[in-house]
């Protein structure tokens, strides 16, 4: 047959447009569009179904520790397959600096551990100590060898930086063209809130939102801005849950900055109620930032909708509740302070974005396939290999049923997590087959996705890392030279 794989007779939904028409995969490409294709020796009929660019997910914790304490508790061969599952075919998932081991073998170890990938991956690499060896050595050489985003963490004690750090991982980033990544909250202002709470015996998980207001968010997001603006170093502001953060984004692209950001599905069905439950349940909701109101929820539509948040991604961190090494980590009766942060949602970011988004009327279809895989493909460095139905891209491919309705319940989920944040929640639309390089991962309710597929992406310097060029004043602090 002509082809190997011809997805047929569907609607194909790109970020910029949609057409009718069959799509043709040979050696797990993209070789041709059109309507009335010839035979594929594999068919995937998509009558009636919406053919989109397989989801990129480039926020996500796979086999990592928690910052806060606590197992994770999945291997990249269950996060991954929970991810195809749930229409994602690549992850950014991260390679962490860790205590006593040397950068570049540290993340040599989670190369290694990806191995059991079901879909592909890249990472950020997670950077917690940027001392000489790391940022002279270590760290351009992994940047050169494709990892082209670093993430760094203002607050959780054990891998915060300071502000002189990140000007230093700013530097680096900006030498060997790389993205920094950070999660943005103000980490004194968290802890001297939480002795307050603890002091006052305020314990339960309720507090974890008291402890953490929107504003340490504000504040820290609009000082990132700051120092990467000082750097002239575009950055990306992970999972921004409220208008007051996403409104100093938007003034700093509105100066023209290369400043990104994302939200997560969380941050548009969760609130803070969710947290106000005995320390069992609530945990199940526990994560950083906190959830907010449903003010804030209508409040990131908004932003998404104008293009200041430019991606929805999972933050997939799954603690399990029922593990002593798990939320509960520091024991059943822990203070919210110590459960360890984090909501599983790899498998479920697709439907409950295409649910809120375009069921309820917020997002277009083009939109929708522009915030859960197109952008974040552009944003790092994976376009138009991923994030595209096109010919000569990688043949990514989420087949749609719109119309389907599914209760969201630990049973239908493939995670190896134990519970999920969204049990009982009715959502319309989700993935009917998931195709990853031409191989059906995903089809009716029917999973074979295989453990080692995954391939790592290495990602090139691209447009969107590049500098302006424009530094605040005449001195350029990286080249230690003055403009004429
Ligand atoms: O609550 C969140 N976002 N957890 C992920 C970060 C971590 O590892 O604690
Ligand atoms: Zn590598
Ligand atoms: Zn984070
Ligand atoms: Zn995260």
Known sequence: SEYDLVVRGGTVVNASDIVKADVGVKDGRIVALGEKLGAGAKEVDASGRLVMPGGVDSHCHIDQPSSTGGRNAETFETATRSAACGGTTSVICFAPQQKGVGLADGVAAYHERAKSACIDYSFHIVINDPNDAVVGEDLPKLIGEGHRSIKLFMTYASNRVDDGQI??????????????????????????????????????????????????????????????????????????????????????????????????????????????????????????????????????????KSGTLGNVTSDHAPYNIGDPDGKFWAGDNAPFSSIANGVPGLETRMPIVFHEGVVKGRLSLQEFVAVTSTNA???????????????????????????????????ILHHATDYTPYEGMEVTGWPAATIARGAVLWQDGEDMCEPGYGRFLAREPYDYIKPRGAFPTPFDPVAGTVAE
């Open 167 to 304: 000007l230093r991982i700013l530097e680096v980033a900006r030498r060997n063209q790389a993205l920094v990544c950070v999660h943005a909250e103000n980490h004194d202002a968290i802890m001297f809130m939480t002795e307050k709470l603890l002091a006052a015996g305020l314990n339960g998980t309720k507090y974890h939102s008291w402890c953490k207001p929107a504003l340490v968010e504000r504040e820290a997001t609009y000082r990132m801005i700051a120092l990467a603006e000082l750097m002239d170093q575009p950055i990306q502001i992970f999972h921004v849950t409220c208008g007051e953060a996403a409104e100093e984004i938007r003034r700093a692209q509105q100066r023209g900055l290369k400043i990104y950001a994302e939200t997560c599905p969380q941050y548009f069905v969760l609130t803070e109620k969710d947290l106000d439950r005995d320390a069992r349940e609530g945990a199940k909701f526990l994560c950083s930032p906190a959830p907010r109101t449903e003010a804030e929820q209508e409040a990131l539509w908004n932003y998404v």
């Open 377 to 411: 493909a552009k944003l790092f460095g994976l376009h138009p290999q991923k994030g595209a139905i096109a010919v000569g891209a990688d043949a990514d491919i989420v087949v749609w049923d719109a119309e389907k309705k599914t209760v969201i319940s630990q049973d």
